[in-house]
Nanobody
Framework: QVQLVESGGGLVQSGGSLRLSCAAS????????MGWFRQAPGKEREFVAA????????YYADSVKGRFIISRDIAENTVFLQMNSLNPEDTAVYYC????????????????????WGQGTLVTVSS
């Protein structure tokens, strides 16, 4: 089994920054990938960013490109999402997911392709 625990959410003013963390534990895989998704009230879960655990591939949604940075600390089994220039449209519950293999952007953008999820952390951006 895999456990994913997100942290770092909170309330921030428009233009501010937050850094989310997702700590992974449990079963390990040879070539996993981690993704960040978000879900606003009444909306579907939306892809934000993804990163390979074993090479330099990473992907971003167009809506966050240039503002958000995904990174990882392999020794700590943790993936981060640095969120800058936040605006109210970024308000959502943010989830990290683990997929047992890295793949193309088209695959990594699909929440159905992930086998494990954290409980989510709420990010609220006030105007």
């Amino acid at each position: 089994q895999v456990q994913l625990v997100e942290s770092g959410g909170g309330l921030v003013q428009s233009g501010g920054s937050l850094r989310l963390s997702c700590a992974a534990s449990g079963q390990t895989f040879s070539n996993p990938a981690m993704g960040w998704f978000r879900q606003a009230p009444g909306k579907e879960r939306e892809f934000v960013a993804a990163i390979s655990w074993t090479d330099d591939r990473l992907y971003y949604a167009d809506s966050v490109k240039g503002r958000f940075i995904i990174s990882r600390d392999i020794a700590e089994n943790t993936v981060f999402l640095q969120m800058n220039s936040l605006n109210p449209e970024d308000t959502a519950v943010y989830y990290c997911g683990l997929r047992i293999t890295m793949s193309t952007l088209a695959v990594m953008k699909s929440a159905r392709k992930y086998g494990y999820w954290g409980q989510g952390t709420l990010v609220t951006v006030s105007s």
